[in-house]
Every structure is written in C-alpha cells, then in structure tokens.
C-alpha cells in the first residue's frame, strides 16, 4: 500500500510546519504551525484546506513553538476531533501560546479596527480563545520511548528527546513497513539549559530541518558579551531591549544575566522582564525538573532576581522608568507582542541598544534591522530607527551545519528519501551539498504543497 507525504508548510521556508502522512486506510497531520514572516506567507494562515480537517485522524507535535501549533485552534474550529498528541511539556507550552496568540490577534483586530490601520473593514482573529479552549480537550499526553499505535491500522510513533525547547522531540513512526523520521527542531549539543539532542539509528524517509543548514555558530563569550552591552547602556543612559522567545531563549537570557550578577561582572541595574507568556513558560521549568538541567536553587534565585512585569500598565512604568535599564520582552523576531511597546517609544533614541538573539526570519521585523531598516511600521506608524543594533547566534535553539551532520551520523543506514524542511533555499541547499560531499547522501528540497509517495 502506498503511502503519501504531503509538504503543508515548512518547505522552502522556515514557519508553518505542517506534513500530511496518510495511505488508504487514514491521515495523521505531524505539526500544525502557524506562518509568519512574509506576507505571502502569512496568507496562508487563512487558505483553504486541501482536505477536510475532519479527515484527519490525529495530529502528532514535535514541540510547543507557535510556528509548529500555533493553527490547531483553527483546525479544530473546521472540524477536526481526533487526538493531538505531545509530551507533557510540550502540551502545557502549545496551551501557553495559543492562548496568547489567540489574545494577541483579538487585541490587534480591535486595535487595527479602532485606529483604522486595516485594508479590512472589519478585522477578524485568526481564531479565539474560544476555538483555543476548544482545542485542549483534544491534547494527548505521551511518555517518551515508547511506540505508541496511532488511529490509523499498523501505525506507531516514537518520542526521542531533540534538545531544542523543553519537551522538544524527533518522531519515529513506523507507516506501513516504513520508517519516517520527522527531525523536528533539532538542538544544540552544549546548551545552557536542556541535555544534547538524542538521535535516530535509522530511516528509510528523512525530514531533516535545515534552518541553519549554512552556517556554523559563532563561539562567543555570551557573558562577556552581555556584560559589555549592559556596560555601555549604564554609560548612556539608555535602554537595552532584547527582545526574546518566550521558550528556552528567554530562561537562557535570566540565567546568564543572573550569572553575571552573582560573579559581580555587571552594576545592579533595572532588568525588566515583560513576557507573560516566558514567564509562564519559566514556571513549567519548575513542574517538569526532569527535561533541562537548571538547577533549583537558581530556578528560585532567577524568580527572586528580576522585576517580572505582569500587567500591561507596568509596561509604561518600566518605558518611563529613567534609570539605565535591561528589558527582556518578547517577541524574539519582533512580529508582535510587548517588546513592540518598547520599541514605539524607544526605537527612535540613540541611547537604546537592540539585541536581537538568534534567527530572524525573511520579512520580519527583526530581520529588517538587521538588513539596515531607516524605519519600522508598528501599530500602523512608522518609526525612525536611531538605535543600536547588535545581533548574536550564540544563543540560538537550533543546530547549526556541523550539529546537523553530527545527529544525522548516529544513522546505521543511508535513508532512500531525505528531504530538507524547516529552511529557507539559500540554507537548505547548502546543507544538500554538504551531506553529497560528506556523505554521499542525495537530498532534495520539496516544494510547498508537494506530495511524494512511497
């Protein structure tokens, strides 16, 4: 019986994870992110399904990242009703971000509708709280290492720790006779908080991310760096923004900062943290001790040390605050949240310093600045840019060329059909070079809304 993989997203670029796996007998969806980045892109948040959602028989996640969950709700709301299954962590951070991002998109439809800054006459929400409650129900907890049968007859997948976010898994599954391997997010070999990535002994058919798939991390001194940058904003009198995910990067960015405080490397200033969703996200650290390797004393320390900014009311306060200052906010590629708060007042200061941290994505504003934008639109205006840019991928939750090689050395057999997603083509070609020239191996790189059989 054949068996069919269908590239919803991902392919060709770096969001909106989405592949279709299905045969005669039924169709499991791995991942169900949300595209962000280019507006062409982002269109697609709102294209039809190819097929009814409800056809679908269950719904299999790598991790919690909003571009691998983050159109469930919109799944469900179409008519999806089988199991979305993830580890623990995993489930609890997906509830964590499609409840924000749910929130976010009602509170910018308000907004763009008040203000008048939409092309729609009546802005509409992706989805809503509502299609998010509705979606829970629906979660699936799973214990890692062990095959577990799917809604679809001899199916099975397999959950192996990758290292890339709390609760982060590669997935085995066994289709047919048929070993697919869904790399997921792959991690970093020497992370602050999470042990290295586990790696897969064999596949027959590969989706091997390619985020990274052209470079190679620099070997930077975060500290020293940090400590620098926080130097220099103490001598100006100035802000520094890093804006950051709310998973794994903003509890990396605590516990450096809380280093450099404990070994006396920075003054005593302000630091600011204004990321609900990263602070609830920082509470699963302390439910799930078993998955990152923070230890508990500076799990309470890091909660003790920094100004957690909760209420959007503290946001101004912390804006109006005059003393030098760190504020940690999300998001990490500027395409929404509270750090756009910050950089609508602040951006257009000499004396504000941006540190973006890690990948950028094509066409957010994150990766404007560091393509040398004069401006930003937020909130409908456009803002001059005076400030400092700085950009580091030290920090970064996804391997880079050689941690790629390296998991996919762990392989006993050389997989018939390697396929590179999660990429933009300038990286992913790379990496297809790469793994010729060092292993022989003939990858290619699918289209958006392919299908293969095998």
Request: glycine fraction near 8%; proline fraction near 6%; charge should be neutral.
């Amino acid at each position: 019986m054949k068996t069919e993989l269908r590239f919803w997203g991902a392919a060709g670029c770096v969001t909106g994870s989405k592949y279709l796996i299905s045969n005669q007998q039924g169709r499991i969806l791995v991942d169900c992110g949300l595209f962000q980045g280019l507006k062409s892109l982002r269109a697609l948040n709102r294209a039809s399904w190819e097929i009814p959602p409800a056809d679908i028989a269950a719904v299999v996640l790598t991790h919690g990242h909003l571009d691998h969950v983050g159109l469930l709700p919109r799944l469900v709301r179409e008519g999806f009703r089988g199991k979305i299954y993830g580890t623990r962590p995993t489930l609890a951070i997906a509830r964590i971000i499609l409840e924000d991002s749910a929130k976010i998109q009602m509170e910018e439809a308000e907004k763009a509708l008040k203000e008048g800054y939409s092309r729609h006459a009546k802005p509409e929400p992706l989805y809503s709280l509502e299609d998010v409650a509705n979606t829970l129900p629906l979660f699936s907890s799973v214990e890692t290492g062990e095959w577990i049968a799917l809604p679809v007859p001899g199916w099975r997948v397999r959950y192996t720790p990758n290292g890339h976010i709390l609760g982060s898994c590669f997935i085995e599954m066994d289709a047919g006779g048929t070993r697919v391997v869904f790399s997921g997010d792959i991690g970093r070999r020497e992370d602050l908080l999470l042990p290295p990535p586990g790696r897969p002994r064999r596949a027959d058919v590969l989706l091997l991310e390619s985020t990274y798939g052209n470079r190679l991390h620099p070997d930077l001194d975060m500290e020293a760096e940090l400590a620098a940058q926080i130097k220099g904003t103490i001598t100006d009198r100035g802000t520094c923004i890093i804006p950051s995910f709310a998973v794994e990067r903003l509890q990396a960015i605590m516990l450096i900062l809380l280093k450099l405080r404990q070994r006396n490397r920075i003054p005593r200033l302000p630091v600011y943290i204004d990321s609900p969703m990263g602070t609830n996200v920082f509470e699963l650290f302390g439910r799930f001790p078993n998955w990152h390797k923070l230890s508990r004393s500076d799990f309470q320390e890091m909660k003790r040390e920094f100004l957690i900014v909760s209420d959007y009311s503290e946001t101004w306060k912390a804006i109006d605050d005059p003393r030098p200052k760190v504020v940690v906010a999300g998001s990490g590629m500027l395409s929404g949240g509270r750090v756009l708060t910050y950089l609508a007042q602040l951006l257009d200061r000499e004396e504000t310093r941006i540190l973006l941290m890690g990948y950028q994505a094509e066409s957010t504003r994150g990766r404007n600045l560091l393509e040398g934008a004069r401006e930003l639109k937020i909130f409908g205006k456009y803002i001059r840019v005076a400030a400092g840019i700085h950009h580091y991928e030290s920090l970064s939750a996804h391997a880079d060329q050689e941690e790629i090689l390296w998991w996919t050395a762990g392989m006993e057999n050389q997989p018939g059909h390697i396929f590179l997603v999660h990429g933009e083509p300038t990286a992913a070609d790379a990496l297809r070079v790469k793994l010729f020239a060092e292993r022989g191996w003939v990858a290619r790189i699918p289209n958006l809304g392919e299908s293969v059989r095998f």
